[in-house]
């Protein structure tokens, strides 16, 4: 199952794993976008709003590889951030996931076998300025991750964070306008003074690659990995 599976890194994410043989969930609150994901890849699409709590109660329980991947940006000093921004990036970003993992961990433990990996962000490692919202969320991501892994150690579920800086996805496009507004400069100034100022690695990084990394955490050499957090940050975490 991959949540947000109808864009950028989670159609990526979706992809991959189908084309290494899983039958995918493609979870999306857009109906058109989870829609031609699934008839893409042979999967099967679920239209639901994460930010629903009762919504992940009309998602399957029987997931072996669960990818919480769905998120959402909101751009605006603390002092004049949104309260209902604020709680909605929670819900999507740290309250689904949590009670994904609440739905599905039984089935993966009856297994004796299963995989969880965070789209997290370089942001659940470091902060930046006007994103209280998401970088609250992406820490707590990372948070609940870790708990995941120490619980579901004895019962063969590794969990894991891919933590990338900026990828090329919709979601960036719309960042890098909002930034603009916010820093008062322009779309071209804001990709290499904002966003890749603190990336060793001057370019964005490809929803491909990401995927990759969630490929091989769910392959069969990962099964001591659990509980970390992998920077696909061109360099910013390690500065
Ligand atoms: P995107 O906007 O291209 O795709 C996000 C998808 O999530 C969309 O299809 C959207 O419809 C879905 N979604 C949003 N709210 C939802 C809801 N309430 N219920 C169900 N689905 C919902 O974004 P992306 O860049 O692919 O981001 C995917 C994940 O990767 C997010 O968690 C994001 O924080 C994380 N991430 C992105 C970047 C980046 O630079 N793009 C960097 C680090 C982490």
Redesign the pocket.
């Known amino acids: 199952m991959v949540?947000?599976a109808?864009?950028?890194?989670?159609r990526a994410c979706a992809t991959a794993l189908a084309a290494a043989g899983a039958h995918v969930h493609v979870?999306?609150?857009?109906a058109a976008?989870a829609g031609s994901v699934a008839e893409a890849i042979g999967g099967r699409a679920h239209v639901?709003?994460?930010?629903r709590a009762a919504a992940v109660g009309e998602l399957p329980a029987g997931i072996d590889i669960l990818v919480n991947?769905?998120?959402?940006?909101h751009v605006a000093p603390l002092a004049e951030f949104p309260p209902d921004r604020f709680e909605l990036i929670q819900r999507?970003?740290v309250h689904a996931p949590f009670l994904l993992l609440r739905r599905i961990l039984p089935h993966m433990y009856a297994r004796g076998w299963g995989r969880v990996v965070n789209?997290?962000?370089?942001h659940g490692l470091r902060a930046s300025a006007f994103k209280a919202g998401?970088v609250t969320a992406k820490h707590a991501l990372e948070g609940l991750s870790k708990v995941t892994a120490v619980e579901g150690a004895p019962h063969g579920v590794t969990s894991n964070c891919v933590s990338?800086?900026?990828?090329r996805?919709?979601?960036?496009e719309r960042q890098i306008e909002a930034q603009a507004a916010a820093h008062g400069i322009d779309a071209d100034r804001v990709v290499s003074e904002v966003l890749l100022s603190r990336s060793a690695v001057k370019r964005l990084i490809e929803?491909e690659e990401v995927a990759a990394a969630v490929l091989w955490l769910c392959g069969p050499h990962t099964g001591y990995l659990t509980g970390a957090s992998i920077p696909l940050d061109g360099g910013w975490t390690a500065a």
């Open positions: 949540t947000g109808g864009s950028g890194i989670g979870v999306d609150v857009d976008a639901v709003d994460l930010a991947n769905a998120g959402l940006q999507v970003m789209i997290s962000s370089v998401y990338p800086g900026y990828v996805t919709p979601l960036v929803p």
